[in-house]
C-alpha cells in the first residue's frame, strides 16, 4: 500500500502496470501487421529449417513496429526452434545465436556512428569482458578480422540484427562486408543472415550497389498506422496498463486520432500519450482520463519534442541558441547576424574555458545559424531601407522555441546554464 501521507502519492492510481506502457516493453501480440508479419515469416524461414539465412532490409517511419515485430519474431523463432530441436538427435539439431545491435548505442554527440564503431561493438559482444577491444587504434580491416574470427568460434546460423542502421550515415562498409562474409569463404562453421532496420528510407538510396544487392535480398516497408490501427493497438495496451474504469472509448480513440494526426501513425507517440495522460490524470485527482488530461499530456509530449529536436544538435548550433537566448531574454532579439555572432562568441568562451576551442567566424558561424532557419527553429527578418539605408538580416527565435527550451536542451547536453556579459554586443 502506498503511504497516503507521502507526498510522491496520488489520491487515485490509474496505472496498474506501468512496465506495459514502456519503451522497450515487447507486447506478445503483434496486431495489424497481418502482411508484414508473413514476408518477415517466410524471410526466416530457412533459419529454422536449417538452411542457409536470408538477409532482409526494413524500412519505415518511426514507431511503426520494425523493433517491435523483430523482437517478436526473434522470440518467436527461438522457441520454436528450440521445440523442434527437442525431436532431433544431436547431430540434426539447429543452432541458432541471434544478436540484437542498436547502432543508436554506438553514436558520438553528433547522433552518428561509423561501420568501424559498430564493428568494433559486435565483436565486444561476442568476447568475453575481459577480453574486449579498444574502439580505436585498430586498422578497419584488422577490426573486420577480429570479427569474422569471433564469428567462426559459432557454429550454425549467426542472426545479425541492426536495429537504426541508418545511424551510420554514408558509411556502409560493414553492411557489405557481413552479408558477404559467407560468399567468400571467410567464415568456415557459420552462416550470417542480416537483418537492417532502417527509420529513413533515403538510408537505402545511398547505398553502393553491392550492398543493396546483398543486404536489400528482401525489403520489407512498414507503412504508417491509421487512426483505426492505432486505436486497436492501443485498446490492446490499455487493457494490461490501466485499470478498468480509468479510460474510455473516448480516451482510445482521442489518444489515436492526435498521435495520427501529429506523429504521422506512429504508435510510440500513442502509447506514450496515453501513459502520460494517465499520469495527468493521476495528478488530477480524477479517476477517469478526459479529454482535457490528454490535451494536457499531448502539450506536455510537444514540448518535451521540441526539446529532444534542440538537444539533437551539434555543438555550435546549440551555442548559436544559447546566444539568441540571452539575447532574447534582453530584449535584444530580433538581431543581426554580427550580433549574435558577438553574444555567439562569449557563450563559446564562457563554456569552452577548459578545452580553449574558439568561436568559428561569423561567416563560419552563419552558415550553421542558416541551418537553424531551415529546420525552423529561428526565423530570419529582411531589413530593407531602400537604396540608401542599406539591405540587411535579423534574426529571432520561431514560435516554436523558447528560452526555456533551449536551457533545458543545454542541461540535457550534461552542462549548466552559464550566464554571459551582453554590455557592448550591440553597436
Ligand atoms: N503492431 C503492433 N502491435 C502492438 N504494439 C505495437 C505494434 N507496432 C508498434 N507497437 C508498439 O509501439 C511502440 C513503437 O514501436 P517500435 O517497434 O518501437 O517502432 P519502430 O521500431 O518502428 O520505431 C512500441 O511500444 C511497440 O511495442
Ligand atoms: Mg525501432
Redesign the pocket.
Known amino acids: 500500500m502506498e503511504d497516503p501521507d507521502s507526498i510522491f502519492a496520488d489520491e487515485v492510481d490509474l496505472i496498474r502496470d506501468a512496465a506495459v506502457?514502456?519503451?522497450?516493453?515487447?507486447?506478445d501480440?503483434?496486431?495489424?501487421?497481418d502482411e508484414v508479419l508473413t514476408r518477415y515469416t517466410s524471410v526466416l524461414k530457412p533459419i529454422y529449417k536449417g538452411r542457409p539465412p536470408q538477409n532482409a532490409f526494413l524500412y519505415?517511419?518511426?514507431?511503426?513496429?520494425?523493433?517491435?515485430?523483430?523482437?517478436y519474431l526473434r522470440r518467436t523463432l527461438e522457441r520454436d526452434i528450440e521445440q523442434k530441436n527437442e525431436q532431433l538427435p544431436p547431430s540434426e539439431q539447429i543452432s541458432l545465436t541471434a544478436l540484437w545491435i542498436n547502432c543508436e548505442n554506438f553514436t558520438t554527440s553528433d547522433h552518428t556512428t561509423s561501420s568501424y564503431q559498430v564493428a568494433v561493438g559486435i565483436v565486444n559482444r561476442l568476447r568475453e569482458p575481459g577480453n574486449r577491444i579498444n574502439a580505436t587504434g585498430y586498422a578497419p580491416q584488422d577490426v573486420y578480422d577480429l570479427l569474422y574470427e569471433e564469428l567462426d568460434t559459432l557454429t550454425g546460423t549467426v542472426l545479425i540484427i541492426l536495429?537504426e542502421i541508418d545511424k551510420l550515415g554514408s558509411d556502409d562498409t560493414l553492411l557489405y562486408e557481413l552479408p558477404r562474409s559467407r560468399d567468400i569463404g571467410y567464415l568456415e562453421t557459420v552462416r550470417v543472415g542480416v537483418i537492417g532496420?532502417s527509420?529513413d528510407y533515403t538510408f537505402r538510396k545511398n547505398l553502393s550497389p553491392k550492398v543493396k544487392d546483398s543486404l536489400c535480398e528482401t525489403e520489407i516497408k512498414?507503412p504508417a498506422?491509421d487512426a483505426d490501427?492505432l486505436a486497436?493497438?492501443l485498446r490492446?495496451?490499455a487493457e494490461r496498463a490501466l485499470f478498468e474504469g480509468a479510460y474510455t472509448q473516448e480516451t482510445i480513440s482521442l489518444c489515436s486520432a492526435l498521435a495520427y494526426k501529429e506523429a504521422s501513425g506512429?504508435?510510440?507517440r500513442?502509447?506514450r500519450l496515453l501513459r502520460r495522460s494517465a499520469e495527468v490524470a493521476e495528478e488530477d485527482g480524477s479517476e477517469q482520463i478526459k479529454p482535457p488530461h490528454i490535451r494536457q499530456a499531448d502539450k506536455d509530449l510537444e514540448y518535451g519534442n521540441i526539446v529532444e529536436s534542440i538537444v539533437d544538435q551539434d555543438q555550435e548550433k546549440l551555442f548559436i541558441l544559447a546566444a539568441i537566448a540571452h539575447l532574447d531574454e534582453a530584449g535584444l532579439t530580433p538581431a543581426r547576424t554580427r550580433t549574435i555572432h558577438a553574444a555567439y562568441s562569449r557563450v563559446v568562451r564562457a563554456y569552452n574555458t577548459t578545452s580553449g576551442k574558439e568561436p568559428l567566424t561569423q561567416r563560419g558561424m552563419f552558415n550553421h545559424l542558416s541551418k537553424l532557419v531551415m529546420f525552423g527553429f529561428v526565423r530570419t527578418i529582411d531589413r530593407n531601407k531602400g537604396a540608401r539605408g542599406g539591405q540587411w538580416n535579423e534574426h529571432e527565435f520561431s514560435d516554436e522555441i523558447d528560452i526555456q527550451k533551449v536551457q533545458e536542451a543545454i542541461q540535457e547536453h550534461g552542462r549548466e546554464w552559464e550566464s554571459i556579459e551582453l554590455r557592448g554586443v550591440v553597436e
Open positions: 506502457l514502456e519503451e522497450d516493453y515487447t507486447p501480440r503483434i496486431l495489424c501487421r519505415g517511419d518511426t514507431g511503426v513496429g520494425k523493433t517491435a515485430v523483430t523482437k536495429d532496420i527509420n512498414f498506422y490501427e486497436t493497438i490492446d495496451r506512429s504508435a510510440r500513442a502509447i
